[in-house]
């Protein structure tokens, strides 16, 4: 969020006519810490891509599949370093 809008939330708060529960309920929530992401294996990673294709997971083209979308962005320009002066 930009600060104006930071700003303008911060006024919009203030305007509230909130009970003491009610203040410590938004606090609670504006001071959450982010949820944490959890990090997967490789072998984690290639199950519940499997799973999710289902019957079509048990063939010789879902593994194809897998290792296809696996190695996707190996050769796309982002992951090479480009000079745009010449």
Excluded: C, V
């Excluded at 289902?54 to 063939?59: D, K, L, V």
């Excluded at 897998?66 to 982002?78: E, I, L, S, V």
Aim: proline share 2%; net charge negative.
């Amino acid at each position: 969020m930009t600060t104006f809008a930071l700003n303008n939330l911060w006024t919009y708060l203030q305007g509230l006519s909130l009970s003491k529960n009610e203040r410590e309920w938004l606090a609670n929530k504006l001071i959450m810490p982010k949820e944490k992401t959890t990090e997967f294996s490789a072998e984690e990673r290639k199950a519940e891509f499997l799973k999710m294709a289902g019957i079509w997971s048990e063939t010789e083209e879902g593994e194809e599949y897998y290792q296809m979308m696996k190695h996707r962005n190996d050769g796309r320009p982002f992951n090479r370093e480009i000079n745009l002066d010449d």
